[in-house]
């Protein structure tokens, strides 16, 4: 979540709307093999990626596009000085990067945490959230953790995954949630830094906790 302020609370409902449209991208890798989970997000990624281009540097094509998303874009992403790419790209970016180095139960749990909980603290800290906690709300930091524990409950359930999934997802939701909070200071889009981090951290927990291994290996 950038800063949410720049852009009124309808049309972030009308953001996130679409954004929750990416939970296609780990339900999905959850019935695919990697390879064809590759095979279908780099075009997609490649495709969104150039359009993003020609928004910031072809008028003609800047003009169409911004009469169809223009309202939904925010302010840093509608600069035509420097490139700056959109959320959407920086999802479909994170989304490649996560299922191609990953192991596949933690690119999903990572991805699907990212979807579901920067939803969740976006529109409950603009709409909740009044006190502060480090650079943005307490109460949108607390609704990212408490919907990343949903999301983990779903997909522990979905593979019979043992308890130890459970800790040490729960700790990467933690530290998603830091990633999200902190992401303007870190300057990297929060779309990237969240599944990163939960990826990151859950991929170390695994690989050192002898009864976490087999969440390394699951397809």
Known sequence: MSSTTDISFGAEL??????????????????????????????????FVVADI?????????????????????????????LLLNGASYVLISACVVVAIFPKVIAITSFAILIVSDISAAIVGRRLGVHRFLDKSLEGTLAFFVSALIVISVVGSYYQLPPVFYVITTIAAAVGALAENLSIRLKMDDNVSIPLSIGLVLWGLASFIPSAQSLLVIE
């Open 14 to 47: 009308f953001r996130k709307g679409i954004h929750l449209l990416s939970l296609s991208i780990p339900i999905g890798y959850a019935l695919l093999s990697k390879g064809v989970a590759l095979t279908i997000l780099v075009p997609l990624t490649v495709a």
């Open 54 to 82: 020609l928004i910031h540097y072809n008028k003609t094509f800047r003009r169409f596009a911004l009469r169809i998303v223009g309202p939904l874009l925010r302010p840093h992403e509608l600069r035509d000085d420097r």
